[in-house]
């Protein structure tokens, strides 16, 4: 969400007639688009606003400008902590961004920390990263209340967009190229909760939007994330199984496999109802790849918790990811919670997760050596003539041919790593398999 914000950034200053520079001596603003998720992300704002302090002396002329999540937490802290920042923009206020530094130009440091607005970010321009592949917001807040998260408080409550407005969206995209989409939102699968069908009493539901997107011509690969697994309804698996372009990967957030921490956590599900959704979704479309989010040392966690969770990452057998430290976040509820743990518990814990995720991650991959998959070239490869390539299934192939970006190519896999495979080119089966 926030590297898609960031692009709506630069799309509004490019329509305003600036260029991207690499060289920070030759730029006439710069701009950090901030996460609050972690306090690691906001130590690093600090430290970043410092280094362009000497920069801002030599060029009073440079404009600095801080958007994003920390704007919305921080306000107005950022520029007493840093008054050489001229704007911060929150979450909502990007519409203004414009504004601000006109403004800044004439009357000094603004700041626009809106609670809201009518405007949703997608209405704005944006400088995408590639021609081929586009986010699209579809929901952005949330009105979920788990206790570690700050999300609901920087980003506000669930607001969907109209369903016209985001199919209308993916076919502006789709006429310029676009193959790639993938639908945004803290909680997708609740989008259409707060808005009706135009006409209509009824609401619009994610799997009706899965359906409508999937099916517009030119769009062959529909991703989305995320999907909070309380939500994840039949009807959902059903469009994903039945909409061909809907790719077969699914980011199923688990957090916690202890079904304590869980409830401490305000997560709706425990394990055995989560378990049971990920047998019924690889049941329904088989060979499905599945990624996840797990915080370790969430206060309280004992080390039978934490069992748990190793129990139920053996179990789920994910074939990615994201392991996160407990960070706790000023204004959310855990924040508060006494029995915090402490940081070399978590350290050691969080160590051990990651060597069980590696083992069975490499497991997963290995177990793709010798199949055939069509695979989307992203980009150049690191090493030699070679491409980087995605699967349906969200698996990094590492190709040693030239092959332009944004083109579909075939690949046998012919070799693992926990995360990326080796593959080379074959010919496209008579029958396409996945
Ligand atoms: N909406 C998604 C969900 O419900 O699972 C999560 C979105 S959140 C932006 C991304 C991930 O950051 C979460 O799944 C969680 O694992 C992690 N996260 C959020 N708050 C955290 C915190 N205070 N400390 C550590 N990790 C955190
Ligand atoms: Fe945060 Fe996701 Fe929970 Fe919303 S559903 S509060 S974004 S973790």
């Not at 730029?27 to 280094?51: K, M, S």
């Not at 945004?184 to 609740?190: E, F, I, P, R, W």
């Not at 083992?359 to 010798?370: E, F, H, P, T, Y």
């Not at 995605?390 to 995360?419: K, M, S, Y």
């Amino acid at each position: 969400m926030n590297e898609h914000d960031s692009e709506r950034i630069a799309g509004l200053l490019m329509a305003d007639g600036l260029t991207p520079t690499e060289d920070l001596d030759q730029a006439g603003v710069v701009v950090f688009n901030t996460c609050a998720i972690r306090e690691n992300a906001e130590n690093r704002l600090y430290g970043n606003l410092g280094h362009l302090k000497p920069l801002k002396d030599r060029n009073p002329a440079l404009r600095i400008v801080v958007a994003g999540c920390l704007a919305q937490k921080d306000q107005g802290a950022i520029q007493a902590r840093a008054p050489w920042v001229d704007v911060v923009v929150g979450t909502h206020a990007l519409p203004q961004l414009l504004d601000l530094l006109a403004t800044a130009e004439r009357d000094g440091p603004q700041m626009d920390v809106s609670e809201s607005t009518e405007v949703f970010p997608s209405a704005l321009p944006a400088a995408r990263h590639d021609d081929f592949r586009a986010w699209v917001s579809i929901a952005p807040g949330c009105d979920n209340a788990c206790t570690f998260c700050i999300v609901p408080l920087v980003r506000g409550p669930q607001r969907s967009r109209a369903i016209g407005d985001i199919v209308a969206e993916v076919q502006g995209l789709a006429r310029r190229g676009v193959i790639e989409i993938t639908l945004l939102g803290q909680n997708v699968n609740t989008y259409g909760r707060d808005v009706t069908v135009p006409g209509s009493s009824s609401r619009p539901l994610f799997a009706d939007l899965l359906r409508v997107v999937g099916a517009i011509e030119g769009i062959r690969r529909v991703r989305f994330t995320s999907p909070h697994p309380h939500d994840f309804t039949p009807d959902v698996i059903d469009a994903m199984a039945e909409t061909s372009s809907v790719c077969e990967h699914i980011h199923f957030p688990l957090q916690s496999g202890s079904d304590r921490v869980l409830k401490a956590m305000q997560r709706s599900y425990r394990r055995d109802r989560y378990l049971g959704w990920l047998e019924r979704i690889r049941a329904a479309i088989p060979g499905i790849a599945v990624s996840t989010d797990i915080i370790v040392g969430f206060p309280t966690e004992t080390e039978d918790d934490f069992q748990a969770t190793l129990d139920v990452v053996e179990r789920a057998g994910f074939d990615s990811a994201y392991t996160f430290q407990y960070s706790p976040r000023p204004g959310t509820r855990a924040a508060g919670f006494v029995e915090q743990v402490p940081k070399e518990v978590v350290q050691e814990r969080f160590d051990r997760l990651l060597v069980l995720q590696e083992r069975i991650s490499l497991d997963r991959a290995r177990a793709q050596v010798g199949h055939a998959f069509e695979v989307l070239v992203e980009g150049a490869g690191k090493r030699g003539p070679s491409v980087q390539a995605r699967t349906r299934t969200n698996r990094i192939v590492h190709v040693p041919d030239e092959l332009d970006p944004g083109t579909f190519a075939w690949t046998r896999i012919t070799g693992a790593a926990a995360h990326y495979l080796t593959g080379e080119l074959v010919p496209a089966p008579d029958v396409i398999t996945v």
